[in-house]
């Protein structure tokens, strides 16, 4: 399978020194690079020899990888341009990567830092590999964008990577749970069960009859669930936030119109909407200086 190495390049407001400080030493590196929880530099014999180290990338709790590193050489141009080799790999079988190699590169502009990287990398499993990197090669291409994005917000405004990532995965977060919520609504009670409380609340609330309450609760359970789906587009995602900020006292009160007894149930509809309600402006908060990989070119010259 033909596979193309993995390009990301930013611009940062800032001089080529304090890029190269931010991303060559290892206690900053780790802070800003999602794609490794530590890094640590093994003590060098000579000035000579190459810089070796190690890293770890905690996947979830008591379950990470480890690998090493080594940086090949440092080259510096007439015209300011430094660029910087990198052979890296791991021989822990639960990373797809096996090893691989790459660089990054600092080009002047005035005031300011194109940084980028290409790096490429042979995968483990053969052919079962190949075809999961199809997957894989994304999200870590991925991963590299959104990490140059922080380091880019972190150099031009100081805003720490931990706050920025706290802000980036909790907003997430938010969108996957009113997804879910989304889907949950739309195809359990209504489209699998046709709970009799949301045909009866349809009722109290239009001339429907039995038959045709029925068949509209499944049409709303359908549109529920396309809201659901919706949730998981990112470029919608603030638009659906608004919709349901408004949305949300509307079905609480209507609701409560149709059934005045769903109030007083356990694990009412009240408590739901208005929980979800404030969850939504919470995310609408979040999403104010949210670090994305769309800032990030993917091809060379593009």
């Given at each position: ?46 000035e ?7 890293y770890?990338t ?12 080594e940086?090949?050489g ?26 691989g ?7 002047p502009?005035?005031?300011r ?50 706050t ?12 996957f ?7 949950y ?28 309450a ?27 936030l ?25 694990f ?13 402006i ?16 993917r091809?060379?010259?593009?």
């Amino acid at each position: 399978m033909k596979k193309k190495p993995i390009y990301v390049e930013t611009v940062i407001d800032s001089s080529i020194e304090e890029v190269w400080h931010y991303t060559q030493q290892p206690d900053l590196h780790e802070q800003w690079d999602l794609r490794f929880t530590s890094i640590t530099y093994n003590k060098k014999r000579h000035e000579d020899v190459s810089q070796t180290f190690t890293y770890t990338t905690k996947i979830m709790p008591c379950l990470s990888v480890s690998g090493w590193g080594e940086s090949k050489g440092t080259h510096e141009k007439a015209s300011g341009v430094k660029t910087s080799s990198l052979h890296f790999g791991t021989p822990q079988r639960i990373s797809p990567i096996k090893e691989g190699r790459g660089y990054w590169q600092y080009i002047p502009n005035g005031d300011r830092v194109t940084f980028l990287t290409q790096y490429d990398y042979d995968v483990r499993f053969g052919q079962f590999g190949q075809v999961f990197d199809q997957l894989f090669r994304p999200v870590i291409g991925w991963a590299t964008a959104l990490s140059f994005n922080v380091l880019a917000r972190w150099i031009e405004a100081g805003e720490k990577p931990a706050t920025q990532y706290r802000r980036f995965f909790s907003y997430y977060l938010l969108c996957f749970l009113f997804s879910f919520t989304w889907l949950y609504q739309g195809f359990i009670p209504k489209v699998l069960m046709k709970h009799p409380l949301e045909i009866d609340m349809l009722m109290n609330l239009s001339p429907l009859s039995l038959g045709q309450a029925s068949t509209a609760i499944i049409a709303l359970g359908i549109l529920e669930m396309i809201i659901g789906i919706l949730f998981l587009v990112p470029k919608l995602q603030p638009l659906l936030l608004k919709a349901q900020i408004m949305l949300f006292p509307l079905l609480t009160l209507s609701a409560i119109i149709a059934a005045p007894s769903v109030a007083t149930a356990p694990f009412n509809v009240v408590t739901l909407n208005i929980g979800l309600w404030i969850a939504s402006i919470i995310a609408i908060l979040l999403t104010k200086e949210l670090p994305t990989a769309r800032f990030c070119k993917r091809k060379r010259g593009a």
